[in-house]
């Protein structure tokens, strides 16, 4: 059910504007297509990929070409004997390749992989929540932006009927019907309803550029073309909120989890410290020590090594140390993230899946109290023509149905703002 209010007022935006307005629909693909947290979000995705095929880089052997020639040099000399000195050779000329393999380093490529694998899901995570944040985002702009619009309708309209009656009192002073005190009654209530239809006109300039600011464009000023809609109590009251499940899709928790198991590979990885390297080398250089030519081959010479290294570091000023005790402790605060957030998933669905309990009832309060006091007016109209009723008590009758119709709008804005935190705190759409 549309309130007439409402639907009279976007059904004339949208006759008037129906080629060049702005729906729902539009505003969330051009949000999707332009937001820059959702690019940031695919971006940080992309780089986490790039970080498990450098990690993955480790598994694989690494080559390199290489050339040299010196242009001057003073060989070593070598003592023999006492009376026997002879110059090291020095290739003047070399080029060749250097083969590495890595055959143990402590686990550090498996942990460190294994951890890069977990940070791509918890990107892949994280993403599908940016863009579900981003979706609830532009769609309670919007509909902030177009109940800001009927709101500020609703104060013009106090203001005219303000004013008209303001014009009637006046008359009805000079006529000695009403007294000073009626008429000032009606100014005060004119004073105050004047900036309250200011604040509602700025409200539909920023809810706007908030919309516009939330879909990643700049001076979006298309009419508003969609309705409000219109919250049910039924669309929430099955969730059973002391379930430990209906927290388990949450998409930020299901990435922080996967960060923690990260930390954790991380740390595990950084522990290789305490273990000996090995790798397998092998080394071929195509050389010429007799003179500087590149070009005479009968002076060239080839040789080769392969072979086994071995390193076990014993001792690097501590950096290693610092690093691997800087990552037990990354750990920990990852574990503790999680943990705050696992406890808050429950509070925050319970809290609003109330509100939108709340504001649902609500709505369907004020929307009875639309009804009465358009009642109201109906009898106060004409009680004013019977003599049997005032002026002061028509405008009263007005003045509630003002306030009434501001109410039905209020509550299905913040209906949808529940609606949508809750779906958020739950992973999925309701």
């Known amino acids: 059910m549309i ?7 976007l059904h004339s935006l949208t006759s008037a504007h129906a080629d060049n307005g702005l729906t729902l629909n539009q505003a969330m693909q051009e949000g999707i297509d332009n937001n820059p947290s959702l690019k940031m979000s695919k971006a940080a995705l992309e780089e986490a990929r790039a970080k498990k095929r450098e990690t993955f880089g480790s598994y694989l052997p690494k080559v390199d070409i290489l050339a040299n020639h010196v242009f001057k040099l003073k060989y070593q000399e070598i003592q023999i004997s006492p009376t026997s000195v002879f110059e090291s050779t020095y290739p003047k000329t070399s080029f060749g390749a250097r083969a590495e393999i890595n055959l143990f380093d402590g686990f550090k490529t498996t942990y460190s992989y294994s951890g890069s694998k977990s940070l791509v899901v918890a990107a892949d995570f994280e993403l599908a929540h940016t863009l579900m944040s981003t979706e609830n985002t532009i769609r309670l702009k919007f509909v902030q932006a177009l109940g800001a619009q009927v709101l500020a309708s609703v104060a013009e309209t106090n203001v005219k009927t303000l004013s008209d009656h303001l014009k009637r009192a006046q008359e009805l002073y000079r006529l000695g019907e009403f007294t000073k005190v009626d008429v000032l009654k009606i100014q005060v209530q004119l004073e105050q309803a004047i900036p309250e239809k200011l604040a509602a006109a700025d409200n539909v300039y920023l809810t706007r550029k908030a919309l516009s600011e939330a879909m990643g464009v700049e001076n979006d ?45 991380l740390y595990k990885a950084n522990r290789s410290i305490w273990m000996p390297k090995v790798n397998l080398v092998a080394d071929y250089q195509y050389y010429n020590n007799r003179n500087y030519s590149f070009s005479e081959t009968e002076k060239f010479r080839n040789s080769y090594a392969l072979g086994v290294n071995f390193v076990w570091n014993l001792f690097d000023g501590g950096a290693s140390f610092a690093r691997l005790e800087g990552s037990y402790y990354q750990k920990l605060q990852q574990e503790q993230k999680a943990r705050k957030l696992a406890m808050n998933s429950s509070n925050e669905i319970e809290f609003w899946k109330r509100r939108y309990i709340n504001s649902a009832v609500l709505y369907s309060a004020k929307l009875r109290s639309v009804d009465a006091s358009k009642e109201s007016v109906r009898i106060y109209q004409n009680g004013l023509k019977a003599g049997t009723r005032t002026n002061s008590d028509l405008l009263d009758a007005e003045l509630d149905l003002d306030r009434s119709e501001a109410g039905v709008i209020k509550a299905q804005i913040d209906a949808v703002e529940a609606l949508l935190n809750l779906e958020l705190a739950m992973g999925r759409r309701i």
């Open 221 to 265: 000023e298309r009419p508003l073309l969609d309705t409000l809609p219109v919250p049910k109590v039924e669309v929430v009251k099955n969730l059973d909120t002391n379930s430990s499940d209906l927290a388990k899709n949450r998409l930020d928790l299901k990435a922080l989890e996967k960060r923690v198991e990260a930390s954790d590979d």
């Open 3 to 9: 309130h007439p209010l409402i639907y009279l007022l």
